[in-house]
Nanobody
Framework: QVQLVESGGGLVQPGGSLRLSCAAS????????MGWYRQAPGEQRELVAQ???????NYADSVKGRFTISRDSGKNTLVLQMNSLKPEDTAVYYC??????????WGQGTQVTVSS
């Protein structure tokens, strides 16, 4: 069973930056895309950014121009660089892997808190 493990969350002041990483325990066969989702208290989980195996990216409007998603397929890692963070970015961030003809994989989540 492939596992996704996130790291890099924490507390940061508004305007600051954080870099989230997601490491897959092994190569993921049938991978379509990987992405980051987030869920704030009392809110539904939402897509933050996604990258396909072909390198196409998709961002939520609220993070465009501030967040950058990237993937190192050789190292089975996914990165989310988050700049100009705002208090409304506070949430638990989850790594996701979408797989052809199989259930999505999810990481355990990492807390990001943006507060002064």
């Amino acid at each position: 069973q492939v596992q996704l493990v996130e790291s890099g969350g924490g507390l940061v002041q508004p305007g600051g930056s954080l870099r989230l990483s997601c490491a897959a325990s092994t190569r993921i066969d049938g991978l379509k895309s990987m992405g980051w989702y987030r869920q704030a208290p009392g809110e539904q989980r939402e897509l933050v950014a996604q990258i396909t195996t072909g390198g196409n990216t998709n961002y939520a409007d609220s993070v465009k121009g501030r967040f950058t998603i990237s993937r190192d397929s050789g190292k089975n890692t996914l990165v989310l660089q988050m700049n100009s963070l705002k208090p409304e970015d506070t949430a638990v961030y989850y790594c996701n892997a979408a797989i052809i003809f199989a259930r999505d994989l999810w990481g355990q989540g990492t807390q990001v808190t943006v507060s002064s």
